[in-house]
């Protein structure tokens, strides 16, 4: 059956952001989409405007009147692996046999009628995928973008083309989590990073990077896959492939590269067209790299130069990517989703390249017991990079409790004196006592309920 031909599109856990991204596709196209979440957010409230009914309380009693006005057939029901395996309206849709699919599956199904091109990476796949999205935008290609993060460019996280068209690309950010890219098969496969991740669904760094090569081998035979030269070097690699780096001997590097007024400056060596005075917005080295890789794709579909410059010149990044919330001469606030021992280090390293003195105060909300757990000392390697560093409680998301693993126990770990644990409700009190100069917000839970606070709380000048 045609994924447009269901009638009623229900979603468990629609807040999410990759499954929101499929709620407004589904609701641009005229279908009725319901919804619940665990909480009301920015992006809930943003969903509910543009048509999309969501409730926020389990209500088998809700599910079973609505899903009665349809027939069994004209129903499909949308799952994130994130929900608990109890949750009451699952097991409804279980119980009484609606067809029921995980969030991948149906991205996958959508991805059949166009050329792919699918951003993977345990890091920089959701920059790396707005960045392919928009130079693929400003250089007139049709396209649609399913996109990891909210574009501060589109102010969405779903970008719409022309699917009349029978060469029209959708780009995705293909996400390793539940092994869920491998419903794909792309016409252009991008590679950023394969650091180990998600060791509650892989058990151990070997079987991740195993799925990451069949992963690779799932490109179109005609297609074209582009890999990070730690990544060739980290997979069992057999087809033919491009290989993209920051400054080594690669199909795709930079040179050149230098910082004028807060921004990269540098030049792309490519084998087909080199591309002269770059300059991205972009903190941090690693953004250089995800630009080249960008880069590298434009130009398997024809995009020339000047344009690819012009549109790296004009992006503005992602929402809570290093995303600047109050910048002035006496305090900067910067939030970041960052919640891998690497991706801090890159947004920490980043902040000191361009802040190099100032203190940087960085409030940290690590995410998963058992993400914790696996990565405690790279945590807290990392944390010790900062001037200051205020640890939350852990965002336990689809997981219980693990004994012995908290974040005291992370600060245990941590060698930095200027380290404190403080609960969530009392940030912005505790900030109030502080001469702060550089502040960050880190994390991927609910981190992102104090972004406004604080934000408020700075621009007052406290």
């Known amino acids: ?70 027939n069994k057939e004209e129903i499909l029901v949308i799952y994130t692996p994130a929900l608990p395996k109890d949750f009451k309206e699952l097991i409804y849709a279980q119980k009484h046999q609606y067809n029921l699919q995980k969030r991948a599956w149906v991205l996958g199904e959508i991805t059949k009628q166009f050329k792919t091109i699918a951003i993977a990476g345990t890091h920089g796949k959701t920059t790396t995928t707005a960045l392919v999205t928009h130079i693929l935008k400003s250089g007139g290609i049709n396209c649609f973008a399913f996109l990891g993060g909210i574009s501060q460019n589109y102010h969405t996280n779903l970008l719409l083309g022309d699917a009349s068209n029978k060469d029209a690309y959708v780009v995705v950010e293909a996400d390793e989590y539940d092994r869920s890219f491998l419903t794909l098969h792309p016409y252009i496969t991008v590679i950023t990073s394969v650091d180990a991740d998600h060791l509650d669904i892989y058990d151990n760094a070997n079987a991740m990077l195993e799925t990451y090569t069949q992963f690779a081998s799932q490109v179109k035979e005609n297609g074209f896959l582009i890999v990070k030269k730690t990544v060739d070097n980290d997979l069992n690699l057999s087809n033919k492939r491009l290989i993209y780096s920051l400054n080594l001997d690669t199909e795709y590097s930079a040179n050149s590269i230098h910082i004028i007024d807060g921004q990269f400056c540098y030049n792309i060596n490519s084998p087909i067209e080199p591309v002269y005075q770059v300059a991205i917005g972009l903190p941090g080295l690693h953004n250089v790299e995800n630009s080249i890789a960008a880069v590298a794709v434009a130009q398997q579909l024809g995009i020339k130069g000047d344009d690819i410059n012009k549109a790296l010149r004009s992006f503005k990044g992602v929402k809570r990517r290093f995303d600047y919330r109050v910048k002035s001469s006496s305090v900067v606030y910067i939030d970041d989703y960052a919640h891998h021992p690497e991706e801090l280090k890159a947004a920490i390293t980043a902040a000191k390249q361009l802040f190099p003195d100032k203190k940087i105060m960085g409030i940290f909300q690590p995410h998963l017991f058992s993400r914790t757990r696996d990565f405690a000392d790279g945590f807290a390697e990392s944390l010790d990079l900062l001037d200051v560093c205020v640890l939350l409680e852990i965002y336990p998301a689809r997981e219980n409790p693990i004994e012995g693993i908290n974040s005291q126990m992370l600060l245990d770990k941590m060698k930095s004196k200027h380290k404190i644990l403080v609960k969530k409700e009392n940030v912005i009190e505790f900030l109030k006592t502080q001469s702060v100069e550089v502040v960050m917000t880190l994390g991927a839970g609910d981190i992102d309920t104090l972004i406004e606070p604080i934000e408020t709380l700075l621009s007052e000048g406290k």
């Not at 468990?12 to 009725?32: C, D, E, P, Q, W």
């Open 1 to 70: 059956m045609n994924i447009l031909n269901y009638k009623l599109y229900y979603f468990l856990g629609v807040g999410g952001i990759g499954m929101s991204a499929l709620a407004r596709y589904f609701n641009h196209y005229g279908k009725t989409v319901f919804g619940y979440d665990k909480t009301e957010t920015t992006l809930t409230k943003q969903l509910h405007q543009e048509g999309i009914q969501i409730h926020y309380h389990e209500n088998e009693t809700f599910v079973s009147d609505l899903f009665s006005k349809y």
